[in-house]
């Protein structure tokens, strides 16, 4: 009996050692399951465009037209545009856009000129396309020739020039160019009468002229005295220096006499308006000046005999 039981317990440790040697064997086999990736988040701040209105000072385009949705149609190009940001810090600018006024996330703004009127533009809305105005800005020694495109003033040209000195005063407001002199007689300065070309009067005997020509008796011809301009008066250019006539380079005296017609509006103020380019500068020795340095030729004369043509090519592409 005792035998019996005795082998009975040693059957029943053989099958539970079996057993556990079988769990061991298939855990062995059973690969661990893959970890799952966690999910990528979805980004929720994609940013997202905010129509707004166009700060009171900006002065848009006539054919900049308002519609509904915050959107404008631009008469120009024929596309809607709607003016906004994408989050706090966009200043705000035009956009492309559709119909219903939604612009796609990443657009790029517009370039904000093309919609605006520039600050200094008469408020005069002009008759007709083409048109130009001329405004004389003394705080600046600047003059500004607008042009009128779809029913707006442009900025066509900046020009330096040198108004009226401490005792003369060139005459304030609104005045229109009436005659034109390819080569005038000016007034006397030391003694001689000195000459001036491409005058254009507009009020009394107050012209747009070029630096003033001396020299000997041949500056009576503009042939000859287009060597003689007064070196001196030309380094005054930017600066009050004349009898109240508007001085003005060579090149932009000629631009107008040959692009404002009779009639173009002409308008003296005493505030300052965009800064005008500098003057070309002079070479000091001949045959740009003569030998003394106290006549020449200005750099920007259209002049096919003058020497800077080659130095300043820009002022003779047109």
Not at 47 to 58: D, H, I, K, M, N
């Amino acid at each position: 009996m005792n035998l019996f039981r005795k082998t009975t317990y040693v059957a029943f440790l053989l099958l539970l050692c079996l057993c556990l040697f079988c769990q061991l064997a298939q855990a062995e086999e059973t690969p661990a399951p893959a970890s799952t990736p966690a999910p990528t988040p979805t980004p929720t701040d994609t940013p997202v465009f905010q129509a707004a209105t166009p700060v009171p000072f900006l002065r848009l385009r006539r054919s900049l037209l308002p519609t509904d949705r915050d959107r404008y149609y631009d008469k120009r190009t024929g596309q809607y545009v709607v003016f906004g940001g994408f989050g706090p810090e966009d200043d705000g600018a035009f956009y492309a856009c559709g119909e219903d006024g939604t612009v796609p996330c990443g657009a790029e703004p517009l370039p904000m000129a093309d919609f605006l009127v520039s600050p200094y533009a008469p408020e005069q809305r002009p008759k007709q396309d083409g048109d130009r105005w001329l405004t004389v800005y003394m705080g600046s020694e600047s003059v500004v020739c607008f042009i009128a495109r779809d029913g707006d003033w442009e900025v066509e040209r900046v020009m330096i020039c040198s108004c009226s000195d401490a005792v003369h005063q060139t005459p304030l407001g609104m005045h229109y160019i009436y005659s034109k002199y390819a080569y005038k007689a000016m007034t006397r300065m030391n003694g001689i009468m000195v000459y001036a070309q491409y005058a254009c009067r507009f009020r009394g005997h107050y012209l747009f002229h070029t630096v003033p020509i001396g020299g000997d008796s041949g500056r009576r011809y503009q042939k000859y005295g287009k060597k003689q301009m007064l070196i001196e008066e030309y380094e005054k250019l930017g600066q009050p220096a004349s009898h109240g006539c508007v001085r003005l380079l060579v090149g932009d005296a000629y631009w107008i006499y040959k692009n404002c017609d009779r009639g173009t509006k002409v308008q003296v103020v005493t505030d300052a308006g965009p800064t005008p380019p500098e003057p070309p500068a002079l070479i000091y020795e001949e045959p740009y000046m003569n030998a003394d340095h106290t006549l020449g030729w200005d750099p920007t004369d259209p002049d096919r005999e003058n020497p800077y043509r080659e130095v300043y090519p820009e002022w003779f592409t047109n």
